[in-house]
């Protein structure tokens, strides 16, 4: 099992964050890692998920959403073919402080494919950079993504 996780602080409330966040049709627009999301955000839809790490092979697969908290946490599924081949728990959690949002993002990977499979650090980068563009667009900036 693997774990990698990013955070970053932004200058917004969480339901400010949640909104941007839960707006899968304008991820084209300024998601540089998550470049599409089909589907609603509700527990127990499918969704189709398109990512494009830095420097990888970008793929598409359609994880299974398992929470989601309005305002708080987005959480989905994903698996390679079958379960414990290669599996993937995505996460996005938004904690509210001093009037800010703390945005962590995290993935759990597992499964026998995991160790050939996973570019952790394309990931990270990935993560990193959709951090940074999920910060301009909830506080009104451009992105660069």
Do not use: C, Q
């Not at 966040?21 to 527990?43: K, M």
């Not at 908290?69 to 379960?83: A, K, M, S």
């Amino acid at each position: 099992m693997r774990t990698i996780e990013t955070e970053i602080e932004i200058d917004a409330t969480p339901e400010a964050v949640w909104a941007v966040l839960t707006d899968f049709e304008s991820y084209p627009e300024w998601n540089p890692f998550v470049t599409r999301i089909e589907g609603e955000a509700i527990p127990g839809a499918r969704l189709r998920v398109r990512i494009e790490p830095p420097g990888s092979r970008g793929m598409t697969f359609r994880p299974r959403l398992v929470v989601a908290e309005p305002n708080r946490r987005l959480e989905w599924l994903g698996r390679l073919v079958v379960p414990n081949l290669f599996d993937g728990r995505h996460e996005f959690r938004l904690e509210r402080v001093d009037g800010k949002t703390r945005f962590v993002h995290r993935e759990t990977f597992s499964g026998l494919l995991m160790p050939a499979v996973l570019d952790a650090e394309g990931v990270k980068a990935g993560f990193r950079a959709m951090n940074r563009a999920l910060k301009s667009r909830v506080e009104g900036g451009e992105t660069d993504g």
